[in-house]
């Protein structure tokens, strides 16, 4: 297993002696139990941390615009693509 060493504000690592003491558990074992909570919360991390770049959502608000625009209308950018590619 390997070592890691982090640095937080005192009052944080109060609190985390506090929740440790009081589950008699170390805390390392705490920190471990409340990553697994965090990381199992999430999807996909690296996909979430990218959605909060401003260009990401900028880019993302963009395509929702032209998806209302263009609903209703049959064209579709899949099938536009493919006859770029030549497939259709």
Do not use: C, H
Request: positive net charge.
């Amino acid at each position: 297993m390997a070592k890691v060493i982090i640095t937080m504000p005192d009052e944080f690592l109060s609190q985390v002696d506090l929740v440790a003491d009081k589950e008699q558990r170390s805390r390392s074992e705490l920190l471990r139990e409340a990553f697994r909570a965090y990381v199992g919360g999430k999807k996909d991390i690296q996909s979430i941390s990218l959605l909060n770049k401003p260009k990401v959502q900028k880019a993302l608000a963009i395509q929702k615009k032209i998806q209302e625009k263009l609903r209703g209308s049959g064209w579709s950018g899949t099938l536009e693509i493919r006859k770029w590619r030549g497939e259709i």
